[in-house]
Structures are given as structure tokens and as C-alpha cells.
């Protein structure tokens, strides 16, 4: 008889474990898949892998997860689960498949991206090299910083955006503040894209630091 109870005992602590298991598992598909969605991407299939031992995960039936702000959205994430006043960190894998850029044929070094030199493919994000585009838009009209070959990712490292201001061009720079808007011009000193800071020698000789605009005025706040 104690034998038969001790089985029994047995049988409902593995039920137990078991079940707990998979309640875990499936909280924490659920929150990457709602993280996820709320990022604005899409995918086809988001599976959630946890790494951590099952004696160091959270004791709760229904922990509280949370991630640092800079987390990544797939591959290997640190994430803390409280249970009131008690804190763990579970080590999780986050695979993710959907669509990725790659490369249609070589873009050599120097060359305007056009839409016909990539293409979406479909495989595990989570895989990829960091910055990956996902999205052939972010591509069209940059420039190739490397050569790139006929079916390789696509990453942000890869590519600039083409230049909107180049170093000796006369620029408007426009100064404005409270009540007022002073325009005038300059010789740009840098290359500089679209949003990023240039420094322009004004007709004074004064040298003045100022954001690139998208139609290439150099704008100055006060």
C-alpha cells in the first residue's frame, strides 16, 4: 500500500511539472506574439524556447514578464518574470519566420540600390545577421557601402542614405526661433544626409552647425 501511494505521489508531482511546463511555455508564446504584433511586423511563426533550467524557473502559477526597453525582437532574450516581490530571469530563444530582403544579383560598392536588385525571401529571422531589412523600401535609392552578392541578407550596415547636402555646395541656412525666421546663405563644409548635422561657412566667415532638411536647407533653432 505505501509503495502504491508513494507511485501515486510520483505520478502527481510529474503531472504537476508537467503541467506547469506547459503553462509557461505557452505565457511566454503569448507574450512575444503580443510583443511582437505591437511592434508593427508581421510574422508566420513565432515558437518560444526556454533555455533556463525548469528547478529556477518562477514560482507563481502566473508571473509578471517584462523586458529592457532596447530587447531585440528574436534569438536569444534575457526576461524577468516577477512573482510579487520575487524576481527570475529566463533565458528564452525567440525563432521567428518570415519575410527578409536579400539581394537579386551583385550591387558593387558605390551603387544606387534599385527595387530590381532585391528581393523578399522567406526563413528564420532569428538567424540572420543584426539589422536585416525586412522591407524593400528602406533600400531603394541607398548606396551600396560593399559589394553585395546574389542572395545575401540585407543589412543596414550594408547601405547609406544617398547624400542630400555635399561638402562645398551653397546651402540656404534658415536660423528660427521665438517670433522670428532668418534665412541666409553658406558654403556646406560635410557631407551630410537628410536629418543628419552639417557645418556651413557663412559669407562672414562664421561657421554654423545645423540639421540637413529633406530638401537639402540647412535648419538652425534659436
Request: charged share 15%; with cysteine.
Amino acid at each position: 500500500m505505501r509503495g502504491y501511494t508513494g507511485l501515486l505521489a510520483a505520478l502527481l508531482a510529474l503531472i504537476s511539472v508537467s503541467a506547469s511546463a506547459v503553462d509557461l511555455n505557452a505565457q511566454l508564446n503569448e507574450f512575444f506574439k503580443n510583443r511582437y504584433g505591437q511592434s508593427g511586423q508581421s510574422a508566420d511563426n513565432l515558437t518560444v524556447v526556454v533555455k533556463t533550467p525548469q528547478n529556477m524557473w518562477p514560482a507563481c502559477e502566473q508571473p509578471q514578464f517584462s523586458l529592457p526597453g532596447n530587447s531585440r525582437m528574436w534569438g536569444n532574450i534575457s526576461v524577468a518574470a516577477n512573482c510579487d516581490q520575487n524576481r527570475r530571469y529566463i533565458q528564452v530563444q525567440v525563432q521567428v519566420t518570415g519575410q527578409y530582403l536579400v539581394a537579386t544579383r551583385q550591387v558593387v560598392r558605390g551603387a544606387a540600390i534599385a527595387a530590381t536588385d532585391m528581393r523578399m525571401e522567406q526563413g528564420r529571422l532569428d538567424t540572420l545577421p543584426a539589422r536585416t531589412l525586412m522591407n524593400v523600401d528602406e533600400a531603394v535609392g541607398a548606396i551600396a557601402l560593399r559589394d553585395i552578392n546574389p542572395g545575401q541578407p540585407v543589412t543596414m550596415t550594408m547601405m547609406r542614405q544617398p547624400w542630400q547636402v555635399k561638402a562645398g555646395q551653397m546651402v540656404t541656412v534658415t536660423a528660427s526661433g521665438n517670433g522670428f525666421n532668418i534665412s541666409s546663405e553658406g558654403k556646406a563644409m560635410n557631407n551630410a544626409t537628410a536629418a543628419q548635422t552639417v557645418r556651413v561657412r557663412m559669407s562672414s566667415g562664421q561657421i554654423v552647425m545645423g540639421k540637413v532638411d529633406a530638401n537639402g536647407n540647412i535648419l538652425i533653432s534659436l
